[in-house]
Every structure is written in structure tokens, then in C-alpha cells.
């Protein structure tokens, strides 16, 4: 286990591109074992793309992406699950026509090695204790849940798997404002238990408050990084992302 204050997570010189597209250009950045790091920045600033290479879905042009020091650069998706990188990707990508608890039982197992069954079973019931309108309809179809429940099942599916540093990308995109708080509380809850989070949020407000560190992206380059507390007060920062006033 990494201690708390140690480089979990770096990424070093990363280039991806898409055909011609040169989403990447040379970013470096660490995460630190138990802290929230978030990336902040316009469409198209690369900051999906980021993620995505690190969760194994694109291959890095060049550069490399480090997991406690070991090169993990490359690996496909499954493998990088394996080694405890999990991704709750934009949209959620929850399994429509399976039932709530098919969902969670399928991450269950994604675990290596893969737990007894009863341990199985009280990790998921641990989930609809902290999600309880998962448990109420465990056996109804994932996609009849609203974009909100469709959230708390992709967190709780992603937890499942056991995650050394969790990914979320743009967790709050789409939902209600008293959803979008809701999901920020769920940050900062498994932050509080000690989970690892690389954050990619387009509510620059909501991100820095409950980020410990931030690094803002544009065109595929950081431009700017730090406390996110520091941030937050920069005008630079203010100007561009939070309407001219300190988050």
C-alpha cells in the first residue's frame, strides 16, 4: 500500500493523438496516495483523453504513465482494472438491460483474485447501504433508473472493483444541480475514507472545492497548476472558469 503523501499516480511527458489530432501535448502530473486531483479546462482541452490513456481505453502516443513507480503505459483496459485503476466514464456506461445487482455482481468478480462469495455479498450489500435506492430496486433494469441513480450505480460498481486510484470523468455532466451536489458529497465522502481520485470536471467550482491539488489544460497543454485552494483565488483562474469571483 502507497502512504499517504507519495507519488500513486504520475504521468510523465503523455502525448495521444487521434489520427491527426493531437489531443495531448507533453503533460506531466502526479496523484498522491489519498488525495483528490482534479483536471479543469475547456472542451477539447485533452483532459478526457488523459484519462482514457490511463485507464488502458487509448494508447499513448509516447510518454509515460507510472503506478506506484511500475510502468503501466499502454495496458489494455482489463489489465489496468487488474492492477486497480478504474474508470467511471462519461455517460456511465452501466449495463441498460441488466438488473441493478447483475451490475454490481459483475464488478464484484472483476476482482483479482476474486473474492469468496460471501465476501462478495457483503461488499455489495455495503453499496446499497450507502446507495439505498439501488437496494430498493436491486432487481429492476439498470437503464430504468434516472441520470442520477445511473451515477450512484456506475460509483458504486467502480468501488466494487477495489480501486487504487479511482478515474471520474465528468460525474456530474447532465444532472440536476441538486444531484450535481450530491454527487461532490460523494467525492468528498470516499476522500474521507482514503480513496485516490483523478477528477475531470467541467464545474471548475465544485472540482476545486473538494480537489486538494488541480492542473488546468488547454489545447492539450498545462497551463497552470497548484493547491487548488490557490486556484481557486487566481484571476487567471476566476476569469476563465469561475465567472470573475473565488470559488
Known amino acids: 500500500?502507497?502512504?499517504?503523501?507519495?507519488?500513486?499516480?504520475?504521468?510523465?511527458?503523455?502525448?495521444?493523438?487521434?489520427?491527426?489530432?493531437?489531443?495531448?501535448?507533453?503533460?506531466?502530473?502526479?496523484?498522491?496516495?489519498?488525495?483528490?486531483?482534479?483536471?479543469?479546462?475547456?472542451?477539447?482541452?485533452?483532459?478526457?483523453?488523459?484519462?482514457?490513456?490511463?485507464?488502458?481505453?487509448?494508447?499513448?502516443?509516447r510518454g509515460q504513465v507510472l503506478l506506484e513507480g511500475r510502468d503501466v503505459t499502454g495496458l489494455p483496459a482489463h489489465r489496468a482494472v487488474e492492477q486497480g485503476i478504474v474508470l467511471v466514464p462519461e455517460g456511465r456506461s452501466i449495463l441498460a438491460r441488466m438488473s441493478i445487482e447483475e451490475n454490481l455482481v459483475l464488478a464484484a468478480e472483476a476482482r483479482k483474485p476474486r473474492p469468496p462469495a460471501a465476501e462478495q455479498r457483503r461488499r455489495i450489500d455495503a453499496q446499497y447501504a450507502r446507495f439505498p435506492v439501488l437496494g430498493e430496486r436491486r432487481k429492476l433494469p439498470a437503464g430504468s433508473l434516472s441520470g442520477g441513480e445511473q451515477q450512484m450505480l456506475a460509483f458504486a460498481r467502480a468501488l466494487l472493483m477495489s480501486p487504487r486510484i479511482l478515474l471520474l470523468d465528468e460525474p456530474s455532466m447532465g444532472l440536476a444541480?441538486?444531484?450535481?451536489?450530491?454527487?461532490?458529497?460523494?467525492?468528498?465522502?470516499?476522500?474521507?475514507?482514503?480513496?485516490?481520485?483523478?477528477?475531470?470536471?467541467q464545474n471548475a467550482r465544485l472540482a476545486l472545492q473538494v480537489s486538494d491539488t488541480a492542473y488546468v489544460l488547454e489545447r492539450g497543454r498545462i497551463v497552470l497548476e497548484g493547491p487548488s485552494s490557490e486556484l481557486a483565488a487566481d484571476p487567471r483562474v476566476q476569469a476563465a472558469y469561475l465567472g470573475g469571483e473565488v470559488a
Not at 450535481?180 to 465522502?189: G, N, Q, T, Y
Open 1 to 61: 500500500m502507497t502512504a499517504p503523501g507519495t507519488p500513486l499516480l504520475e504521468i510523465r511527458d503523455l502525448h495521444v493523438s487521434y489520427g491527426h489530432v493531437h489531443a495531448v501535448h507533453g503533460i506531466s502530473l502526479r496523484v498522491d496516495a489519498g488525495k483528490v486531483v482534479t483536471l479543469i479546462g475547456p472542451n477539447g482541452a485533452g483532459k478526457t483523453s488523459t484519462l482514457a490513456a490511463v485507464a488502458g481505453l487509448l494508447q499513448p502516443q
Open 177 to 201: 444541480p441538486l444531484l450535481v451536489r450530491r454527487v461532490f458529497d460523494l467525492v468528498e465522502e470516499i476522500h474521507r475514507e482514503g480513496a485516490t481520485v483523478l477528477l475531470v470536471e
